[in-house]
């Protein structure tokens, strides 16, 4: 049964008493006004759920109460009702943001599902904002962590860029720096919050589908166009598009790119009209765009118009008084995420942290927390699962931690090399391996390549990036050798 509370305001005492006495049978609590002014009152103390409201009333006209409830931002749904409905009061009633229409006299089976419906789309609208708050949550400032003088200021210019009608935006700073957070941030605190977040990577696509992921295309347009495809600039129409690591953009894309900056239309491919987009444009790159101008490699009209309003990220060397609370904040979400309750770090722990560069930026700082993590016992993380890289103590294959090896990640459970002993050998490069043996049998070396990925895998958690600073291979050939040898590769990078 419903026990939402109900507005009824009408002049007339016979149509309340009526109204009041069905909605108290269906299980609502009536409440009355027999007047503009007394509904308002009533609205403002007792907070009703839904308002019944008469078009035509002896002091204030519906419409005008109306008008006073939408503009002190109230959501409470309004179903107007009227003897005499007229065309004009019906279209301001809905633009002003009536729910419905109810002529008298009133049908009460009408008004029930009328009633029933309004209150269910008024508990939808709010999960949906409760949703969407929580994404703000998720996705604003607090995700962007850093008590330093550098990154104090940087929030609160981010902050003003948020407020703006800046419709170019562009962040650059090392990779691992958060670029994509501060994206997200100026998105989220800003008027087109509630429309379309809608991010791409200019150097995962290739250059061939580029342009029509961007722009969409027409039906039939090229081969395997067999229907009509929206580009990211219309999906993201009233809100905003990142394009990150734009850098790694053709110069052909570039000028076209620059056109929809400046004229704010977009044209498909295959398409012969201009179509009209309103959306901010944010963009990133861990280059130095400037020197890119230099070289001829980046458009410098482009970079001009992206560098309107120029974010630059320090990397985390440079702000180090941000590394402890950084940890602190990714020790509370893997505690959440791991069902876990460490309660922090020791302090050699910590000591060595504040000493390592963090050439990875806050990237290799959660990827090491992370990792803690998962093989911490005791309630503090201690420089014992902390990355070789941090604590500076080079391991034998012996010496190393067991680490959970991701489901996505297969490895023989034989290995095809073993270690001899804990002794090394130098390699040219000065780099150290250990001295292993070749099975009698003998073996591929295809299948010794296959048993590095996989180790390296294992030891690094699955995570690509350190596996491949291990292997001393491109996170894209260790991505390459992945697929060549059946991994899968949706570890976190």
């Not at 027409?218 to 067999?226: C, L, M, V, Y």
């Not at 270690?419 to 292993?436: C, F």
Request: include cysteine; charge should be negative.
């Amino acid at each position: 049964m419903p026990n939402e509370k109900v507005l009824i305001v009408d002049d007339e005492k016979l149509i309340r008493w009526s109204v009041r006495r069905q909605l108290e049978e269906w299980g609502y609590t009536a409440l009355e006004a027999e007047s503009g002014t007394g509904g308002l009152a009533q609205i403002r103390a007792e907070s009703p759920d839904l308002i019944l409201l008469d078009v035509r009333l002896p002091d204030l006209s519906g419409i005008e109460v109306l008008r006073e409830i939408k503009q002190n931002n109230l959501s409470i749904p309004v179903i107007m009702i009227t003897g005499d409905p007229q065309l004009d009061d019906i279209k301001t009633a809905i633009k002003l943001g009536a729910l419905d229409f109810i002529k008298k006299p009133l049908d009460f089976d009408e008004l029930q599902v009328t009633l029933a419906n309004a209150i269910d789309r008024s508990m939808l609208r709010s999960e949906r904002d409760g949703l969407r708050e929580e994404v703000r949550k998720r996705s604003g400032y607090h995700e962007v962590v850093g008590k330093s003088p550098r990154m104090l200021e940087l929030m609160n210019f981010v902050r003003k860029v948020a407020a703006s009608e800046a419709s170019t935006v562009l962040i650059q700073g090392e990779s691992g720096t958060g670029k994509d957070l501060v994206a997200k941030a100026i998105h989220y605190d800003s008027v087109r919050a509630d429309k379309p977040f809608v991010p791409i990577n200019c150097s995962a696509i290739p250059e061939t589908l580029m342009e029509a992921e961007l722009f969409g295309h027409e039906r039939g347009a090229f081969t395997d166009a067999k229907a009509q495809k929206k580009g990211l600039f219309e999906v993201a129409d009233g809100g905003t598009l990142f394009l990150d690591e734009i850098g790694e953009m053709s110069t052909y894309l570039q000028a076209k790119l620059l056109r929809v900056l400046e004229d704010q239309t977009i044209r498909r491919i295959g398409g012969v009209k201009d179509l009209g987009v309103d959306v901010r444009v944010i963009a990133a790159s861990n280059r130095d765009l400037e020197q890119g101008v230099r070289e001829g490699v980046f458009r410098q009209d482009l970079f001009y118009r992206l560098s309107i309003i120029p974010i630059f990220i320090p990397p985390l060397r440079h702000r180090k008084e941000d590394i402890l609370p950084l940890v602190d904040f990714f020790i509370e979400r893997y505690n959440f995420r791991f069902r876990k309750s460490l309660r922090g770090i020791t302090q050699e722990a910590r000591n060595l942290l504040l000493a390592y560069d963090w050439p990875g930026n806050v990237r290799e700082l959660k990827n090491a927390v992370e990792r803690a993590m998962i093989l911490e016992e005791a309630d503090y993380i201690r420089p014992t699962y902390l990355p070789i890289q941090v604590t500076g103590q080079s391991q034998s294959f012996e010496n190393i931690p067991p680490v959970a090896v991701p489901d996505c990640v297969s490895v023989d459970p034989q290995p095809l090399l073993t270690a001899t002993s804990t002794s090394w050998r130098p390699l040219a490069s000065g780099r150290m391996i250990p001295v292993l043996d070749l099975p009698k049998q003998g073996t591929s070396l295809e299948e010794v390549e296959r048993e590095l990925v996989g180790l390296a895998l294992k030891q690094t958690g699955g995570n690509q990036t350190h596996a491949a600073k291990l292997l001393d291979i491109s996170r894209d050939a260790l991505r390459y050798k992945m697929k060549k040898f059946g991994f899968d590769s949706e570890s976190e990078v």
